[in-house]
Nanobody
Framework: VQLQASGGGLVQPGGSLRLSCTAS????????MGWYRQAPGKERELVAT??????????NYADSVKGRFTISRGNPKNTLYLQLNTLKPEDTAVYYC???????????????WGTGTLVTVSS
């Protein structure tokens, strides 16, 4: 599975951006997709996820972005979006697209990562 993210850039506080991610390869077993971010000097953190398996469309957000960011899938289903609204300087980070195969019995997870796209929020 290959992932290509795009859409980052420089935006003023309060502005908006839309990130896109295109998945290619064998995505038939992927059941979770999401966005993560890594700010300078910090660890990578979860931003938002969306299930693509049994409970299709279930979303999960980090508390810091709830109400401001929206994750969605496009048509065709190999595209993933992240709408970022009301951006704050602390949202500045490299944003990474993620696709995962998650098994529950027994628990196992295989992650695929795309290239990051830089979002800079500054006046």
């Amino acid at each position: 599975v290959q992932l290509q993210a795009s859409g980052g850039g420089l935006v003023q506080p309060g502005g908006s951006l839309r990130l896109s991610c295109t998945a290619s390869g064998d995505i038939s077993s992927i059941n979770v997709m999401g966005w993560y971010r890594q700010a300078p000097g910090k660890e990578r953190e979860l931003v938002a996820t969306i299930s693509t398996g049994g409970s299709t469309g279930s979303t999960n957000y980090a508390d810091s972005v709830k109400g401001r960011f929206t994750i969605s899938r496009g048509n065709p289903k190999n595209t993933l979006y992240l709408q970022l609204n009301t951006l704050k300087p602390e949202d500045t980070a490299v944003y990474y697209c993620n696709a995962a195969i998650v098994r529950t019995i027994p628990w196992a997870r295989k992650d695929y990562w795309g290239t990051g796209t830089l979002v800079t929020v500054s006046s």
